[in-house]
T-cell receptor, first 111, second 113 residues
Framework: QQQVKQSPQSLIVQKGGISIINCAYE??????FPWYQQFPGKGPALLIA?????SEKKEGRFTISFNKSAKQFSLHIMDSQPGDSATYFC??????????FGQGTELSVKP | SAVISQKPSRDICQRGTSLTIQCQVD?????MFWYRQQPGQSLTLIAT?????????ESGFVIDKFPISRPNLTFSTLTVSNMSPEDSSIYLC??????????FGPGTRLTVT
C-alpha cells in the first residue's frame, strides 16, 4: 500500500509536443501529491503539487490531472522544450511530512 | 522556498570508513529529512530528524549505520558508518516548510571503493 507506481520509465517527445507522465497509488490516506524535476547532478526541485480535493492544477506549461476515484494522477508538460529534459518524480505524502516517490521518468525532448 | 546546502558535494571513501554529511538551511525549520538515491534509482527516506528529539528511522535503516544529529533548527548531519560499496549513493537532505512543501538540498555523491 505504501507504493507509488510511475510510468513510463522513459519518454521521448519532440519539441513543442505534450509530455505525459502517469502515477498510481493504493493508499487513500495520501493527501498531497507533489512532482519533482531533477537534472543530472542536482537535487530534486519541487515543480507543482496537488491535493486530492482538486481535479486539476495548472502552473504555466505544467498541469497535474488528478482522478481520486481511480487513485491516479498525471503530469502534462505542454509545448515541451529541450530544457525540460530531466528526470521527473511523482510523490505522495504518507505521514508527518514523509514522502514516498515513484520510480522516475527520464524525459528527453528532441529539438 | 529555502536555500539548502550540503557538504561535501561528493566524496570517494574506502570501505570500512565513515563519512559525515552536513546539511545547512537558511531558515529555521522543524522537520528535516534524509533520503538516499541509489544510482539511477528513485529516492528512499532514511529518517526524519526533528530538533530536540531522536531521529526516527524508516524500515531497513538503523541508527548504528546512519546516526543523525540535529543540534538546532538550521543544521543536521548524517553519518554513513562502516561503509561498503553498496552504500554508494546520493544522499539528500530535505526540509518541510509551510504546509506540505518540501525542498531538497543538492545532494552528496558518495562512492565507496
Amino acid at each position: 500500500q505504501q507504493q507509488v507506481k510511475q510510468s513510463p520509465q522513459s519518454l521521448i517527445v519532440q519539441k513543442g509536443g505534450i509530455s505525459i507522465i502517469n502515477c498510481a497509488y493504493e493508499n487513500t490516506a495520501f493527501d498531497y501529491f507533489p512532482w519533482y524535476q531533477q537534472f543530472p547532478g542536482k537535487g530534486p526541485a519541487l515543480l507543482i503539487a496537488i491535493r486530492p480535493d482538486v481535479s486539476e492544477k495548472k502552473e504555466g506549461r505544467f498541469t497535474i490531472s488528478f482522478n481520486k476515484s481511480a487513485k491516479q494522477f498525471s503530469l502534462h508538460i505542454m509545448d515541451s522544450q529541450p530544457g525540460d529534459s530531466a528526470t521527473y518524480f511523482c510523490a505522495a505524502f504518507y505521514s508527518a511530512g514523509k514522502l514516498i516517490f515513484g520510480q522516475g521518468t527520464e524525459l528527453s525532448v528532441k529539438p | 522556498s529555502a536555500v539548502i546546502s550540503q557538504k561535501p558535494s561528493r566524496d570517494i571513501c574506502q570501505r570500512g570508513t565513515s563519512l559525515t554529511i552536513q546539511c545547512q538551511v537558511d531558515s529555521q525549520v522543524t522537520m528535516m529529512f534524509w533520503y538516499r538515491q541509489q544510482p539511477g534509482q528513485s529516492l528512499t527516506l532514511i529518517a526524519t530528524a526533528n530538533q530536540g528529539s531522536e531521529a526516527t528511522y524508516e524500515s531497513g535503516f538503523v541508527i548504528d549505520k546512519f546516526p543523525i544529529s540535529r543540534p538546532n533548527l538550521t543544521f543536521s548531519t548524517l553519518t554513513v558508518s562502516n561503509m561498503s560499496p553498496e552504500d554508494s549513493s546520493i544522499y539528500l537532505c530535505s526540509v518541510s516548510l509551510a504546509g506540505d512543501e518540501q525542498y531538497f538540498g543538492p545532494g552528496t555523491r558518495l562512492t565507496v571503493t
